[in-house]
């Protein structure tokens, strides 16, 4: 149901429940960026809609300047859903509002309003992906499209399609559905769910798939960063590092951006597979391409950390210490803002929602809430950030615009 009274005193308070710009980010000495590191605000991968929980296909979790809203901001509306295992990263597509309570439900909300539009009851463990008028959801066995705008149901594969099907995530283009999980990446029909083709990397794939220029390109516990041909299943080129790759690997400028377990973050040609560059950076989490820059939020020795490079040769930036990694936490990049959970100042709970000045890793805000969190996402679409986490009623998805 949508949920206007949260905002009232009882809920959240919006006269004192959010902040204005902060200037108490947690602060370390460091030197201005270097030139190069100026933000290129032409360079945006990014498209108006997030139709995947990583922004779209690319996976780049970028977001074109004139979309993205300037702190600080207030809810507009939420909206709660029922169940208890937790709230998937909101998607955004078609001025809808696309989440799942990862158990039962996947919800569609008008994405100006708040108010509901429908709900499916089908097995789901995955955030959702958007494409050619579909929503697509998986769960540990099965693959569901529904209707974007009714919520029917098109198709569901088989149970027997393969055991574990999901531990990485969904992806899908118009044509194609890409799921990966156990120790396959599969390809679905969008139209019909008919299985396309199936490769097996060996050892379980958890890495939500990117798709650009008909490649399929994932990475999997086996070491190996694959690139495929998106409609056979071919493998046009893979390249070795030495450890587990499990963060989303990203799309953008020709280059693919991968971290592995080794603690590098690696940069290879598109097309040839060819190492541009690499960056020991720690474990990664979260990676977002956007102004000519790559963001990389890693956990290290004394906590997680975000830190900003350039995407042409790696050349260090700026570090924040503010970024908080969830688990279905990410970042959405511009040449503006980096919205991104941050930690809290106040409350119950030790994140919130917050803003990083790309040029410096400032926090230029956060939100400020005793009793709510909203740390899965973001998603940023149209003027208006959107995030998911726990409300005073259960699993929440709200819209935030800027203040009056």
């Not at 060996?202 to 890495?207: A, P, R, V, W, Y």
Request: charged share 20%.
């Amino acid at each position: 149901m949508k949920r206007r009274a949260f905002l009232a005193a009882g809920g959240l308070a919006l006269g004192a429940g959010c902040s204005d710009l902060l200037g108490d980010s947690k602060k370390t000495e460091q030197s201005p960026p270097p030139e190069e590191c100026a933000i290129d605000p032409s360079v945006t991968p990014g498209t108006s809609d997030w139709t995947s929980e990583r922004g779209g296909a690319k996976n780049t979790g970028s977001v074109p300047s004139d979309d993205v809203p300037a702190p600080p901001l207030r809810i507009d509306w939420t909206y709660t859903m029922g169940g208890h295992m937790g709230a998937s990263p909101p998607v955004v597509a078609h001025e809808t509002v696309y989440t799942t309570n990862l158990d039962r439900e996947v919800h569609a909300v008008d994405a100006k309003t708040g108010e509901h539009r429908w709900q499916a009851n089908v097995s789901v463990s995955s955030a959702a992906a958007v494409a050619g008028g579909r929503v697509f959801v998986a769960d540990d066995r099965s693959v569901t499209a529904l209707d974007a705008m009714s919520g029917e149901q098109r198709w569901r594969t088989d149970s027997d399609v393969g055991a574990h099907l999901l531990s990485g995530g969904v992806q899908a283009t118009e044509r194609t559905v890409f799921v990966s999980g156990d120790i396959f990446v599969s390809a679905f029909d969008a139209e019909t769910g008919e299985r396309r083709w199936r490769l097996s990397t060996g050892l379980e794939t958890k890495c939500r798939p990117a798709i650009a220029d008909g490649t399929v390109y994932v990475g999997s516990d086996d070491t190996y960063l694959y690139a495929l041909d998106a409609e056979t299943g071919e493998r046009r080129w893979r390249y070795k590092t030495d450890g587990r790759i499990n963060c989303d690997p990203a799309v953008a400028d020709g280059g693919v951006y991968a971290a592995s377990d080794d603690g590098n973050l690696y940069v290879l040609d598109a097309e040839t597979g060819e190492k541009r560059w690499r960056k020991e950076v720690g474990t990664v989490g979260h990676l977002a391409v956007d102004g000519g820059h790559v963001y990389v939020g890693f956990g290290g020795q004394y906590g997680p950390t975000m830190n900003a490079f350039t995407a042409a040769s790696g050349t260090a930036c700026w570090s924040s210490e503010e970024y908080v990694s969830g688990y279905a936490s990410g970042i959405a990049a511009s040449s503006e803002y980096l919205y991104l959970p941050v930690g809290s100042l106040s409350g119950s709970y030790s994140e919130t929602l917050g803003a990083l000045d790309p040029n410096t890793g400032e926090t230029a805000w956060r939100f400020q809430n005793s009793s709510a969190r909203f740390d899965n996402g973001p998603a940023v679409a149209d003027g208006a950030v959107y995030a998911a986490g726990m409300g005073t009623d259960g699993l929440t998805v709200a819209r935030f615009v800027p203040k009056d």
